[in-house]
């Protein structure tokens, strides 16, 4: 009884976990470039009784051996990178990545962050900064006077100031990719650092290599799908209620045994 009632705890922890994961995903459905996570599990060592294979006679083997399992772990958090529906705002410094790729950030300790939300915003002195005041790398400037912000799928930026009627290039979006986006960590603020898991940043150009394109005037929203947490929902609060039963019926079982003593 001792191993159900360490079994079932176990499961009552992961689906703890799990549960924490669905909630902050739902938590996080209306937040710009958002990525879902899935919580991930393994069953923990087994007590073996009996092996599979051991030889019981000359020329004799086991076909079945006798194990149990002694519960299960988080084995991991991963990070779903599918793309997120994006949506026309109008705004002319939102940009949304349709495809693969991220925008560069300079935080304020000097370190590169990246992001996928693309709703950009001006500072006082017209460069172009996330909604943190974090700037876009490379720097882009907003000439004082613009009247209008144009945006090529490659990222090129160019404005036309108040008295001119040719665009002026201020700068391009510059993306990078990952070898593998699962392994960036969050830090917050819609932004993710690069690990040894991730591989190194490569740079390029949007709509060229594989890269996305930039799209202007739309932002990309979070790719959480809520019928399908409020399922995973339903799946984890079963799963802690069987795991509670399991320790229910343990106890019960150890109580009936300790009447009998």
Known sequence: MLKALSSAATGMIAQQTNLDVISNNIANVNTYGYKKVRAEFQDLIAQRDKSPGAQMAQGTYQPVGIEIGLGVKTAATTRIFTPGVLTASGREL???????????????????????????????????????????????QIPPNTEEITITPDGNVSVKVGGQTDQTPVGTLQLVKFQNNSGLISVGHNLYKETPASGTPVQGTGGQDGYGTIQQGFIEGSNVQTVEELINLIKAERAFESNSKIVTSASNILQETNRLQ
């Open 94 to 140: 939102d940009v949304a990545i349709e495809g693969d790729g991220f925008f560069q950030v300079s935080l304020d300790d000097g370190t590169t962050a990246y992001t996928r939300d693309g709703s950009l915003k001006m500072d006082a002195n017209g460069t172009v900064v996330t909604s943190d005041g974090y700037q876009i790398q490379p720097p882009i």
